[in-house]
């Protein structure tokens, strides 16, 4: 989420005085995805041939969508207080390390080779290989060095409830994972080339559809791994708070109405398959 939309969530609730809705810690607006599209992606073994007669694009016919459901795994989080760029940092390290122990196998099995992408914590101004972390970025997925950042400056217990920044931390390394998994099989560079064909508003609907699907991809990962993740009572209800998010006012429409982002995220939390994830085959009004 920009900073802009934290502040606005944060005034909302003192004056609604919203009692247990989570505090506004910030949903992840990577808006320096576009870096994908500015980066040549390294070689990689491409996905499995689609069916014959089938569209080839791995935007509308790609192998994860038919790798079956993701597994529940078992996985373990560090105990303890997250309030400083060291322990936010393990925190995030180990919900990658349970993305990886999820998502492994179904990359596997779309004939894509498997890489864990890299977490770093980060605050504005700090140096990436995508660029400099700018003021209205919580978090992005850098394709150049397959490397998750997140401005832990915005994820501080104490600041925030321990439960509202656990869940915002996992929330945001799914989502960002959504894109690592988009490189990885080929719909990154497939959605560049999209975007660059496209200007306009059609180049934000192919935003859209990209945000949508990453969102829809973590998903299915949690709704796989609701017991794992313990994500029942208040932890599940700050989850959906996330999950419900999308466009925020004055800003460009590059990630989808709230009305979608819930559709497409529940409907994935519900089949825990990426197949319920392909968004680039979906009408306008689906990722709007």
């Known amino acids: ?27 992840p607006r990577p808006t320096m995805a576009k870096a994908a599209l500015e980066v040549k992606a390294p070689h990689r073994p491409m996905p499995s041939a689609p069916p014959k007669g089938a569209d080839e694009s791995p935007l509308l016919n790609n192998a994860l969508y038919r790798a079956g459901r ?9 105990a303890g207080r997250l309030a400083t760029k060291a322990t936010l940092l393990k925190f995030g390290q180990a919900a990658v390390a349970c993305l990886d122990l999820a998502w492994r196998p179904l990359v596997s099995r779309s004939a ?8 770093a914590a980060v605050k504005v101004g700090d140096s990436t290989d995508c660029g400099e972390v700018e003021d209205d970025t919580s978090a992005f997925y850098c394709s150049a060095d397959n490397t998750i950042y997140f401005d832990w400056t915005l994820y501080v217990e104490g600041e925030h409830s321990r439960t509202s920044v656990q869940v915002a931390v996992i929330y945001t390394m799914g989502h960002e994972y959504g894109h ?21 508003d059609a180049q934000l609907e192919q935003t859209r559809r990209s945000e949508l699907q990453a969102s829809c991809l973590a998903s299915a990962f949690f709704g796989a ?51 319920s994830c392909n968004t680039w085959a979906a009408p306008a009004k689906k990722v709007s």
């Open 225 to 275: 791994n609701q017991r794992t993740l313990a994500l029942t009572g208040n932890r599940l209800y700050h989850l959906r708070w996330h999950e419900d998010g999308g466009d925020a006012a004055g800003f460009p429409r590059d990630h989808g109405s709230p009305g979608n982002n819930r559709a497409w995220s529940r409907a994935a939390f519900a089949s825990k398959n990426p197949a």
């Open 1 to 27: 989420m920009r900073r802009a939309a934290v502040v606005l969530a944060i005034v909302l609730c003192a004056v609604s005085a919203c009692g247990s809705k989570p505090s506004a810690v910030p949903q």
């Open 180 to 200: 690592h998994l988009q490189e990885l099989t080929g719909i990154s560079d497939a959605y560049g080339e999209r975007y660059r064909q496209k200007s306009g």
């Open 112 to 119: 894509v080779e498997f890489r864990s992408p890299a977490v």
């Open 70 to 78: 993701v597994p529940a795994v078992n996985c373990r989080f560090p």
